[in-house]
T-cell receptor, first 118, second 110 residues
Framework: GAVVSQHPSWVICKSGTSVKIECRSL??????MFWYRQFPKQSLMLMAT?????????EQGVEKDKFLINHASLTLSTLTVTSAHPEDSSFYIC??????????????FGNGTRLTVT | RKEVEQDPGPFNVPEGATVAFNCTYS??????FFWYRQDCRKEPKLLMS???SGNEDGRFTAQLNRASQYISLLIRDSKLSDSATYLC???????????FGTGTRLTIIP
């Protein structure tokens, strides 16, 4: 079945540094990918919609200059957390839509990245 | 009112019991509905889609009530492995942009 690979699974970085997270669709093409963030005991919150070949669409309250998204190919989207601060520590998850299997499984999720900023 | 609302629980249920969750949604034009399961520190995994006619998959039954704008999930003969957080998910516009409920935490007790 469709698989989405997310890397790294976890990362610890110092405050002020930038962290890049990759999201790849392994056996299907994804023109659209989504980036979510989940704080402990809270729901997944959509941060932005990543569109292949065009600018990402950010949800209200998400700083586009802080969370840089690049979707340069049909199988890869990256999220860069710039100048990370401790409050950015969270679980970041990407997802991609496989139109072929859309009826049975709308979105395929990456395994998430746990970011800890010290 | 939240777009998708769930009782966060926790629900502590003895093994073998039947448990049901409801989820309400605010947008009457919502297109698609799903139940996802999320284990601690893991990504969500699709449990089942929710169809207008209702659907069943083994011990799991999902129902949609458009008039009252809620969906439900019923788990029969619960197993220890059913312990997880169950997320109600709604696709409001049919554009894959899903809205997640806060999740209902379920613990099955031996």
């Amino acid at each position: 079945g469709a698989v989405v690979s997310q890397h790294p699974s976890w990362v610890i970085c110092k405050s002020g540094t930038s962290v890049k997270i990759e999201c790849r669709s392994l056996d299907f093409q994804a023109t659209t990918m989504f980036w979510y963030r989940q704080f402990p005991k809270q729901s997944l919150m959509l941060m932005a919609t990543s569109n292949e070949g065009s600018k990402a669409t950010y949800e209200q309250g998400v700083e586009k200059d802080k969370f840089l998204i690049n979707h340069a190919s049909l199988t890869l989207s990256t999220l860069t957390v710039t100048s990370a601060h401790p409050e950015d520590s969270s679980f970041y998850i990407c997802s991609a839509f496989d139109r072929v299997s859309a009826y049975n499984s709308p979105l395929h999720f990456g395994n998430g990245t746990r970011l800890t900023v010290t | 009112r939240k777009e998708v609302e769930q009782d966060p629980g926790p629900f502590n249920v003895p093994e073998g019991a039947t448990v049901a969750f409801n989820c309400t949604y605010s947008n009457s034009a919502s297109q698609s509905f799903f139940w996802y399961r999320q284990d601690c520190r893991k990504e969500p995994k699709l449990l089942m889609s929710v169809y207008s006619s209702g659907n069943e998959d083994g011990r799991f039954t999902a129902q949609l009530n458009r008039a009252s704008q809620y969906i439900s999930l019923l788990i029969r003969d619960s197993k220890l492995s059913d312990s997880a957080t169950y997320l109600c998910v709604v696709d409001h516009f049919g554009n894959e942009k899903l809205t997640f409920g806060t999740g209902t935490r379920l613990t099955i007790i031996p």
